[in-house]
Every structure is written in structure tokens, then in C-alpha cells.
């Protein structure tokens, strides 16, 4: 038996709530045992972006924690507990609502894989044991899935929902095998009264059951979603282009690619290297937690900077 946790950003019973718990009813008849939480209802406090955290874990200090003591640590306690997590929240202006985003810039440095695979690692070697350590739990695979509902009935409407909603898989590790957004959703009074929707999520559970059932590591990750997308790693389709080449970056994944169009189609293409290297892959997160090592880490001092800032204290106020 596996654990599955659903976190909502949603409304009390409303569409998002009632999605998620779609979801996990079906993995609890399948064996599973189930999680939800509604993180809204707890006191998750804004990141103050001091940097502590990581500072902690590099310095060895300690495991990341945080300056805020809130209950984060609920959170965190099944985010560890699960194999595997359903995240959801609604869609405004465009995006999930401003506490998820909180809650990935909390998790995010705090939580992030490589940060802590390589403290362990090297806390490990000298000798350090217990709660010298970062917690293994956050090592194993897991696997999750994203769902957001939003009112506007043109899709481009929520299209920076799910590219930020990946911010938490990715500094986790997680392996995202499916995402979907219902829009439109004012169109219905509630999502139960949009029986394809609910059918939506019993596929996306299906889809939980079948990875957790997978023996094989890459069939226990391989994406389950209904949509394929073009970037081959995180399967979005939401690219920056680069005027005057044939660039593009997956903004998920931070990955170059190139397009080429022929009679009127457009198709990309991501080599293995920079597939590899992907923000969604250990290699990729190495690459930034290395880039903090040796840049934030070693920032060079700025001479008399207490003088410096005091022409600005109190301007405009």
C-alpha cells in the first residue's frame, strides 16, 4: 500500500477541493491509503527571501530550516509521507492563486533535492549521523500530478498556471506524469454538475494507481497525461523564443531547443544533452544548487554598504 496526499488551494467544496478528493477517493479504493490537506486553513508565512535556509544546508549548519516558525512542518510531514502528491488550486489571472505560489517559495529552497542530496552526501562522509543529516525521505521517488480549475472559457486564460504550479515538483524531485485544468468552469454551477471533468480525474487516478503498480522505475515516472505537449521532458508547451533564430527555451524546464517550421507546421526539437539537463532531472538541479555554492555563497562584499544605503532609507515614505 502507497500513501497519496492532495493539497487544495481551492475553496472550501469547491471545484478544486472536489477534484482532488475525486482523485483520492478512487486511489483509496484501489488500497491505497489518503491524505488531503487545505493548506490555506493553516498559517504559512511569506518567504522573506533571507536565504537562511540555504545557508543552513550548504554551511552545515543545519537541514534547512526556516527563520518562520509556523506549520510549514505540516505540510512538509506529508509531502514526505507520500509516493504520491496531487497539488490544485484555482486559477487567477492567469496563475494559481498567490499562497500556492507561497508555498513554492517556501518549499522550494528549503526542500530542493540537490541541495540536500549533496549535504547528506557530504555530512555523511565526515562522519555525521541522526539528525545531522537532512531527512532521507526526501530522496525517494515520488510521483504527482496538477490540476487547477479556472472560470474563463478561452483556455489561454490559465495558460501560467501550470508552469508555476510546477515550481514545488520540481525543487522536490517530484515526477509529474500528468497535469490538467478544467476552464470554463463558470459556465457550471459546480464541477459536479460536469460529469467529463470528474471523469477527467478518474483517469488522472487511474493514472496514480497504474504508477504506483509499476515495478520499473521509468514506468513507474513515464507521463500518463492525455496531452503530450512539445517539450519532451515536462510535456508543456510553453516556450520563450528568441527573435531572429530558431531557439526556444521550455520555461519549465530551462531547456534549449530548436523549431523548425515545414508547410505551415512548427515541430521542436531538445537534444539528449539538454533533456538531461532539465530543471525536472537531478542533473539539472545540481546545476543551480552549484551555481548558489559558488555564487551566493562566495558574493563578493561591498565595501561601506551601510553608507551607501542610507541616501535610500525612508525615500518616498
Not at 96 to 103: A, E, R
Not at 292 to 303: L, N, S
Request: glycine letters at 8%; proline letters at 3%.
Amino acid at each position: 500500500m502507497s500513501k497519496v496526499v492532495g493539497l487544495s488551494w481551492g475553496r472550501k467544496m469547491s471545484n478544486t477541493d472536489v477534484m482532488i478528493k475525486e482523485i483520492l477517493l478512487k486511489c483509496q479504493e484501489a488500497g491505497h491509503e489518503i491524505q488531503f490537506l487545505r493548506p490555506d486553513d493553516l498559517d504559512i508565512k511569506p518567504c522573506s527571501g533571507c536565504t537562511a535556509c540555504v545557508v543552513g544546508i550548504m554551511s552545515g549548519r543545519n537541514n534547512g530550516s526556516c527563520i518562520y516558525k509556523d506549520d510549514l512542518h505540516i505540510l512538509e510531514e506529508a509531502w514526505y509521507s507520500a509516493d504520491a502528491v496531487i497539488i490544485g488550486s484555482p486559477v487567477y489571472e492567469t496563475s494559481p492563486s498567490g499562497t500556492f505560489k507561497n508555498f513554492c517559495d517556501r518549499m522550494g529552497p528549503s526542500h530542493d533535492l540537490s541541495f540536500l542530496k549533496e549535504a547528506y552526501e557530504e555530512r555523511k562522509a565526515a562522519g555525521k549521523t541522526g539528525a545531522e543529516l537532512p531527512d532521507e525521505r526526501a530522496f525517494k521517488t515520488r510521483v504527482g500530478c496538477i490540476v487547477a480549475s479556472g472560470g474563463a472559457v478561452t483556455k489561454n486564460w490559465t495558460v501560467m498556471t501550470i508552469p508555476v504550479m510546477y515550481e514545488c515538483m520540481m525543487a522536490t524531485g517530484v515526477d509529474v506524469i500528468d497535469t490538467h485544468v478544467y476552464y470554463g468552469a463558470m459556465k457550471v454551477e459546480h464541477v459536479l454538475g460536469a460529469p467529463e471533468q470528474m471523469e477527467r480525474m478518474d483517469q488522472m487516478a487511474q493514472n496514480i494507481i497504474d504508477s504506483l503498480a509499476a515495478t520499473d522505475l521509468e514506468e513507474k515516472t513515464k507521463w500518463r497525461g492525455a496531452e503530450e505537449g512539445a517539450c519532451p521532458v515536462c510535456h508543456q508547451s510553453v516556450f520563450e523564443v528568441f527573435p531572429g533564430s530558431d531557439k526556444v527555451e521550455c520555461t519549465i524546464c530551462g531547456i534549449e531547443g530548436k523549431v523548425e517550421v515545414k508547410d505551415g507546421k512548427a515541430t521542436y526539437t531538445f537534444c539528449e544533452q539538454q533533456q538531461a539537463r532539465s530543471r525536472m532531472k537531478y542533473a539539472g538541479k545540481l546545476e543551480h544548487s552549484n551555481e548558489i555554492k559558488h555564487g551566493a555563497m562566495t558574493q563578493k562584499k561591498v565595501e561601506g554598504l551601510k553608507e551607501l544605503k542610507e541616501k535610500y532609507l525612508h525615500v518616498g515614505e
